[in-house]
């Protein structure tokens, strides 16, 4: 039985009743993005890149989710447990819609990660190999295919998903803080 009321298809409805053609999964690649490269929690900023990527400037009832959906990012990122949940749809659509909804999260992250990363060259070599999976992921929607083998490579994809921004956002976040005194010797 299809979970109707899942929270990408709620946000696909409104995006879509609100004359906007965009995937919740690549609005929400773009916040986990933006949020990781060490562009803070300013719904402003979020608001801005979010209404190019619609394209227009959202409605109330849109900008309103958006802000909602940096919150709960916001949460997930500083939080205790520091779990991500992608906004992706159910298990019970098909693979190659799901597929397709990851390969555009993994875009939307790495532009909103691009828009917002202050020196790439500051990234240690694991990040930066996190960045060319992510791309990898990005092109991932016809090699997956309706089996067992499809479902445990997607699962498996989705996964590495819920741990390579935590670990991106973790890094940004040292280089932002400022290097410690040295202690002077006398």
């Known amino acids: 039985m299809p979970i109707q ?13 609100s004359g906007h053609n965009v995937s919740p999964a690549e609005l929400h690649g773009l916040l986990l993005g ?18 190019e990527l619609l394209e227009s400037e959202p409605q109330d009832n ?21 779990t991500v949940v992608l906004l992706l749809p159910t298990d019970d659509a098909p693979l190659a819609e799901r597929a397709v909804a990851l390969g ?3 875009q939307g992250f790495l532009s909103g990660f691009g828009l917002n990363c202050r020196d790439s060259s500051m990234l240690s070599t694991e990040a930066t190999e996190v960045l060319q999976d992510l791309s990898a992921i990005s092109q991932v929607q016809d090699a997956l295919e309706e089996s067992d083998d499809g479902e445990n490579d997607y699962m498996e994809v989705m996964e590495y998903l819920r741990v390579a921004p935590l ?7 040292k280089a932002d803080e400022p290097a410690a005194a040295k202690p002077s010797l006398h």
């Open 5 to 17: 009321n899942s929270p990408y298809q709620a946000f696909a409805t409104l995006l879509k009743t």
């Open 62 to 82: 849109v900008r309103n989710a958006l802000i909602g959906l940096q919150e709960m990012v916001k949460g997930e990122l500083t939080g205790d447990d520091m």
């Open 167 to 173: 670990l991106l956002f973790t890094e940004t976040k």
């Open 104 to 106: 555009e999260w993994c």
């Open 34 to 51: 933006r949020s990781c490269a060490g562009a803070g929690f300013d719904n402003e900023g979020w608001l801005i890149d979010a209404a």
